[in-house]
């Protein structure tokens, strides 16, 4: 019987040639990651393992991105334990203030993540990375120590639902919108235990951007990974984004050809799947059809169209632009875009967090930052800090924020009478325009 | 291994923003970061909560973060036992890795009412619900997991394989 993508990838890593699903198996970890909050667990648990030390100095990622600059004493304990850890055990790749960026968009521009990877990360927006056709998953922090300590992790092999996509999205319709729209209609459970497959004519009309924001959020469904097939997109982001380690190995001068070339061979493995794979459901989406999408609290599933979203009116407090989903160059352009020449809306916060720091520094060259601070925008360095209430934007009761983030559970940005309502950055710029939900299109 | 407790019980999509808010998540100490549990949704849980308290609830159960802390807090807490309809992925994992006691078994899940007096016995899967008079059978865990959770969690279970 035939194997889905994410199937052949996880027999790959435990040396089997067949799988199927329901199949309990211990796999071959390529990347191991977590944060300032799982970390910290983490560390303590492994160091109680046996091994007490990682398996791989150059295969464990640290990210100080989510309290990080430290919001207080006690997140300064943790980004310490972390920092302290990394020099004991020397691991390679610690990234701290000033090398730092949101964990889900740093990786993939670092090039620590490249197709045909297992990885696995001690936060649940690890499903990131299948967007560069990776199996990348989301585990806990007892699951990051065993992961550290051995290379190896258990998984159950998981069933798929296949997403075929076709058409072309109209203009103001990105990845954001598209992932909205299948969790609307699968609902937050839909791919419960579930890779999501994405395959068709459509994929090649979404930018390697829209494909890490659709691939963020498959969590968001339940899902146990998103997958896309990997294309030219796919090769050129990677050429453009080459590690070092894998640098090294083609050599400074090798061309972009070159690299497109060396990918499956020297740099990672392209799987595709079977013919004959069995899925779960199959879905078919028709790009077209889709329209800028807004998700109402307080889940992610209350998808309504902005055309919608605007005729109820709904006054908003805060714009948050930015998170692992739309914190990206991209994301960026787009809402210069919409705020190029106007200005927030009295009353109305609007914070802008570029992912990383080479984003900042794109944004900072292309003049995107001038336009966000004289429309009244404000931009901060890199962090998750508002999207998960942490800090950097925390709202009050009753409040209510337009955000590019992923989740609008109860409290999930503050005071527990405050909502969340996700978007893409298209129609939150829109919003910290006008106050209110609004589409793009009205402001044209 | 069995369980017995007075069941505490909740509805659908139990997000683990609601179990743990994040604003919590800079607390190290497991006993001030158990006095949060649910307080988003249920401001007394802490209060209420007696030691051996089983949590009901409905379908996926856990969802959102991958913060161990969730399953750390309820455990915590006193909770011998979390039944529901189904769990989020990555928290079914995190409970298991830490030794939290869950059952998925949606019959159970919804005849079981607030305040119930149940019972559970992890080696056969039955959940009796003694205020009822009633009994259900969830499947009980594969052996490999069955084996870690015997160990006392993952830490445990690879350390007897290293």
Not at chain 1, 27 to 32: C, G, K, P, R, T
Not at chain 1, 35 to 44: E, F, G, Q, W
Not at chain 2, 2 to 9: E, F, H, T
Not at chain 2, 63 to 82: M, N
Request: aromatic fraction near 6%; include cysteine; proline fraction near 3%.
């Amino acid at each position: 019987m035939g194997m889905t993508m994410s199937q052949k990838i996880l027999a790959a890593h435990t040396g089997q040639s067949e799988l199927s699903a329901g199949e309990l198996i211990e796999a071959d970890i390529d990347l191991v990651l977590g944060n300032d909050i799982t970390s910290p667990v983490a560390i303590r648990e492994m160091e109680r393992t046996k091994a007490g030390q990682v398996y791989d100095r150059e295969k464990v990622v640290l990210v100080m991105d989510h309290f990080v600059p430290n919001k207080d004493i006690k997140s300064a304990e943790n980004a310490k334990t972390c920092r302290e850890f990394a020099c004991r055990q020397c691991i390679k790749h610690f990234y701290d203030v000033g090398k730092m960026g949101i964990e889900h968009a740093l990786i993939p521009e670092k090039g620590l993540c490249v197709p045909g990877d297992l990885v696995v990360g001690a936060d649940s927006h690890t499903v990131t990375y299948g967007a560069l056709g990776a199996f990348s998953t989301g585990v806990g922090s007892t699951d990051m120590a065993a992961a550290m300590a051995t290379g190896k992790l258990w998984f159950k092999v998981p069933r798929a639902i296949k997403i075929e996509l076709k058409g072309k999205p109209s203009k103001y319709v990105t990845g954001k919108d598209l992932i909205l729209y299948i969790i609307g209609m699968i609902g937050v459970d839909g791919a419960l235990y579930e890779s999501m497959e994405f395959c068709g004519e459509g994929v090649k009309e979404l930018s390697m951007d829209d494909r890490l924001a659709v691939c963020n959020m498959a969590i968001e469904a339940g899902g146990k990974n998103g997958i896309f097939p990997v294309d030219d997109i796919t090769l050129e982001y990677v050429a453009e984004h080459l590690s070092e380690k894998n640098r090294a190995v083609l050599g400074e001068k090798a061309s972009k050809e070159e690299i497109k070339a060396a990918v499956g061979k020297t740099i990672g493995r392209i799987y595709e799947a079977d013919e004959d794979a069995e899925y779960e459901k199959e879905l078919v989406i028709d790009l077209s059809e889709l329209k800028p999408t807004v998700s109402f609290p307080h889940l992610p599933s209350n998808a309504r169209t902005v055309e919608e979203a605007e005729k109820l009116g709904v006054k908003l407090d805060q714009v948050v632009i930015g998170s692992c989903t739309n914190g990206r160059i991209s994301d960026m352009r787009q809402a210069a875009e919409i705020l190029r020449g106007r200005k927030v809306a009295e009353n109305l916060r609007c914070i802008i967090i570029p992912a990383t720091q080479d984003i900042y520094l794109q944004a900072m060259r292309e003049g995107l930052l001038e336009i966000f601070i004289e429309a009244g925008a404000i931009v901060s360095t890199p962090t998750c800090g508002p999207c998960l209430g942490g800090y950097m934007g925390i709202l009050a009761d009753g409040e209510r924020c337009l955000s590019t983030t992923n989740r609008n559970f109860v409290g999930r940005m503050g005071a527990k009478t405050s909502e969340v309502y996700l978007a893409g950055p298209y129609v939150a710029a829109a919003g910290a325009v006008t106050g209110y939900i609004t589409s793009p299109e009205s402001l044209v | 291994m069995q369980a017995k407790g007075k069941v505490i019980k909740y509805g659908d999509n139990i997000d683990t923003d609601i179990i743990i808010p994040a604003r919590y998540l800079n607390i190290m100490d497991r006993r001030e970061l158990a006095s949060h549990c649910m307080e988003d949704l249920d401001a007394d849980f802490s209060k209420k909560v007696e030691s051996g308290d089983v949590i009901v609830a409905g379908s996926n159960f856990g969802c959102g973060s991958s913060r161990e802390h969730a399953p750390q807090v309820i455990k915590d807490s006193g909770i011998s036992c979390v039944i529901a309809e189904s769990f989020a992925r990555i928290f079914f994992r995190n409970a298991i890795n830490i030794g939290l006691p869950i059952v998925e078994c949606p019959e159970a899940a919804k005849a079981i009412a607030c305040g119930d007096e149940v019972e559970i016995n992890f080696d056969t899967g039955e959940i009796k619900d003694i205020t009822l008079n009633k009994s259900f059978r969830a499947q009980p865990f594969p052996e490999f997991l069955q084996n870690m959770i015997n160990a006392g969690g993952l830490i445990n279970y690879i350390n007897k394989e290293i």
